[in-house]
């Protein structure tokens, strides 16, 4: 006597299908570029139809700024964690800086160009781009006032600082070499420079 077993679909849940599609956006978003993101790219990558891609998402613009809050939030994360425990502030921002040197700063950079060019034009890339500058800007500004508090820093506006910091990140990477190994060492090295000066540390205090 024979039989057959019926293969049967996994249904996703909606939760799981939006994140994946998120997910996935989001990674084209930080190899490719914003502007390669449609539905119907999205359907061909995860093998579903445009039309589930545009349940969740009913215009390629709201996807195209989710996409970049999720990826941006997911950088911010990696380059730069909320907490260190038992870990000072000092070696935190070093940290931090010193991971604002390789690939995946590379490939953030070139997606906030990229967001703030396009946010020109679409109103919900502009609103996402704004939210995430004052996270990015708010997590570094609490590292920095917990190193005051703590008595590892020393200045009287934490956010300036964050401020000066974050343009200065801003300015290398928009730079047309590209990566920091271009470009002569007292450039390079300029956000530290900027740290330790405005936080009253030794030159190096963060890395040589």
């Not at 990826?71 to 964690?81: F, I, R, S, V």
Request: net charge negative; glycine share 12%.
């Amino acid at each position: 006597m024979s039989s057959s077993v019926e293969r049967k679909r996994i249904r996703k849940s909606p939760a799981v299908r939006r994140a994946e599609i998120v997910a996935k956006a989001a990674s084209i978003a930080l190899s490719e570029g914003l502007e390669c993101i449609t539905l119907r790219r999205i359907g061909e990558d995860l093998d579903v139809r445009p039309g589930l891609v545009s349940h969740y998402f009913p215009s390629a613009e709201e996807l195209v700024a989710e996409a970049f809050g999720s990826a941006a939030t997911g950088e911010l994360d990696a380059l730069l964690p909320e907490g260190g425990g038992d870990t000072s502030t000092v070696e935190r921002l070093a940290g931090f800086l010193a991971r604002t040197s390789g690939p995946a700063w590379d490939d953030i950079s070139q997606l906030w160009i990229n967001a703030r060019h396009l946010s020109r034009y679409r109103d919900s890339l502009r609103v996402r781009v704004t939210l995430q500058g004052d996270a990015w800007r708010g997590r570094l500004t609490a590292l920095i006032a917990e190193g005051v508090e703590r008595g590892e820093f020393r200045t009287g506006d934490p956010e300036v600082v964050a401020m000066q910091i974050l343009v200065v990140l801003d300015g290398l990477g928009a730079d047309p070499v590209g990566d920091a190994e271009g470009l002569p060492a007292g450039v390079a090295r300029m956000a530290f420079r900027v740290a330790e000066r405005e936080l009253g540390l030794r030159e190096g205090a963060l890395g040589s």
